[in-house]
């Protein structure tokens, strides 16, 4: 594997990484790259989340600040002053009980030398490895795609859904 910024790993994956099937995904949605955009999508995925999953309020948090840095990253540095899309696709994995998030962008990405950028930037990486179980970062010539992985989070069951009705 090879290194990214700040020696985070960088995972080889293909392009089909970037396609969202929805037939596999629990929430999936292609939007414009930009803030208003980071807000909505939080919004909403915060929604999904407490409607469909069993979440502490703590881990409910670091889950939505994790995937909020991943949309913000695409929204404002993908693409360098131009318009672009940015791809959110949630994906539950019943037999071990891990929400897999996956953040996709088709633009640049953009090596920034550390020295010479101001000291109130540069944590979102870091936050989002110690927010997450497992993440990688896989940089392509088509786009980037951040990968979030949250063991142990619980689905509330169908017929507790049912009967909170």
């Known amino acids: 594997m090879s290194e990214g910024p700040a020696g985070y790993p960088l995972a080889i994956m293909t392009d089909s990484t970037f396609s969202i099937d929805v037939a596999d995904a ?26 469909h999953f069993a979440l502490d309020p703590v881990r409910l948090n670091d889950l939505l600040l994790a995937v909020n840095e991943a949309l913000t990253n695409a929204a404002e540095f993908a693409y360098a002053g131009r318009q672009g899309t940015m791809a959110l696709q949630v994906r539950y994995d019943v037999a071990d009980g891990t929400l897999v998030v996956d953040v996709s962008d088709r633009g640049r990405w953009r090596h920034v ?25 896989s940089q392509l010539p088509n786009g980037t795609h951040v990968q979030l992985q949250f063991d142990h989070c619980a689905r509330i069951a169908a017929q507790a859904c049912a009967t909170s009705a």
């Not at 790259?33 to 409607?51: C, G, I, N």
């Not at 020295?115 to 109130?120: D, H, K, L, V």
């Open 26 to 51: 629990d929430f999936a949605t292609i939007d414009t790259a930009d803030a208003r955009t980071v807000a909505r999508l939080r919004h909403e995925l915060s929604q999904w989340l407490r409607a």
């Open 113 to 137: 030398d550390a020295a010479s950028r101001p000291n109130t930037r540069g944590r979102g990486i870091p936050l989002m490895r110690a927010l997450a179980d497992r993440m990688t970062i």
